[in-house]
């Protein structure tokens, strides 16, 4: 009952966060961890408990979405779900600890671009013109990484569309959460039938990231960008410390 009450905790607050800015992760994965699951079961897992509680948030701003960089959505999604199936396949032939020693880096990575991305963008956009092909290509690797890991994915599809596209986080919440349950679901059906879930575990995670998530999506719309950023910061150079410290110290 305790690690279903853990399992169902984090998963509402995963599936929050997802609708707000991204980085479920950072609170699914450390608590499937916790209740003795190696890292990438754990990871898959998470992508599973988090799919719903996406297509939750997705569903609620779908009003808002609209084309990226002159991209119709529709376009993106068939990109992010080709990456998807790529990453989610790479991550299974992965070995259990060579995954534990790359969590940090990737969980470095999502803060370092969220922490920096807006001003990289005012820097970038001063100085080049960032073409449909760019953004496509970026969504590819996005899609790639969402399958492998997932943790961050949100965030840095959030800094990567206003890199190259130059749109504001709060405008991106729609586009941006559905491609979060694309690639959930394209490493969601290979997780599944690799075996790769831990169903105990997922279930209650899944059951609150559901409410998480539309929770997220209706706080959403109402919170200023700064908040969503700087609590999205705080909750990743946390979770980043802790799984460096997991996997080095």
Known sequence: MTGALLAAGAGAVGGAMNALAGGGTFATLPALIALGLPANLANATSNVALLPGAATSAWAFRDELGPIGGVRARTLGGITFAGGLAGSLLLIL??????????????LLAFVVIAFGKRAAAWLHGRVTIGARTLMTAQALLGIYGGYFGGGVGLMTTATYGLLAAVPP????????????IANLAAALLFVGFGWVRWSACLPMLGGAILGGWLGAVVGKRLPASA??????AVTA????VFFVRAYW
């Not at 992965?94 to 790359?102: A, G, Q, S, V």
């Not at 709060?170 to 349950?181: D, K, N, S």
């Not at 969503?228 to 910061?233: I, Y």
């Open 228 to 233: 969503v950023r700087w609590w999205t910061l």
């Open 238 to 241: 946390a979770t980043t410390i």
């Open 94 to 107: 992965t070995p259990t600890r060579t995954f534990d020693l790359l969590i940090p880096w990737l969980l």
């Open 170 to 181: 709060r405008e991106l919440f729609a586009v941006r959460t559905l491609m979060l349950a």
